[in-house]
């Protein structure tokens, strides 16, 4: 029987976060080059969003391309653009018709322009949607975003904008890039690595973490029901005890 069927759909994560990791060495296995499991992984990501919609999940955000990526050989770098180019501008149609509003997160403008203006429009076309919003996590890192963020306020102090004292977890989130979404109750990396490498540092302070030895083109909407379920299982306290949540 499908995990689906015992997902309780009153206490979906409403935010599910995910690191998709395992493309390289899928294709290794497969005898092929990396860039071949970056293209199978868009499988994994087509069947996984549309299983985050129909459990009821509000927000995906897939880390797609790190900061830390644009230090891997020139012409895997260069597949990957091209691979979110014709991903983003192929899939648009569907998305639509499946209810999905796309949204990035990241330094978007170090993109090459061709990437930026598809997902600008993809973005724009999608706007009005009203069911599951997808963020693509693109030229993202955590410490990246969080030096940004000092960096606004740091202005905010020396323009009089703020005093130091009345920095609180309100001014920081403002300048995240994630400031209008909710943070992630639900973290899933795949591959079996225990890391979370510099994705979402500040949002993910009291998320579950599911780790999985699937590889990411292995994965589909099935495991996400499965690590939905486990996280259904668990207890989160909040620095609370057991006892004070009964
Ligand atoms: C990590 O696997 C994966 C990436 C760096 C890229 C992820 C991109 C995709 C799945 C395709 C495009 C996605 C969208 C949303 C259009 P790895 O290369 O680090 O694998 P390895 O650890 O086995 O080497």
Redo the contacts with the bound molecule.
Sequence with gaps: MSHKANIDLQKVPQHVAII?????????QQGEN?IY???E??N??RDVVEGAGEVGVKYIT?????TE?WNRPKEEVDA?ME??VS??SA?TPALNKKNVRLQAIGNLNSLPVTCLQELNESIDLTSMNTGLTLV?ALSYSSKWELINAVKHIANDLKIGNLESDQISEEHIEKYLCTRLIPDPELMIRT?G?HRISNFLLWQLAYAEFYFTDK??PDFRKEDLFEAILNYQNRERRFGKTSEQLT
């Design positions: 998709m990791d395992g493309n390289g060495r899928w294709a290794k990396r499991g970056h293209y992984g868009v994994s990501v897939l880390y797609a391309f790190s990526n990957l691979l979110l991903t983003i899939e693509l591959s690595e590889l990411w």
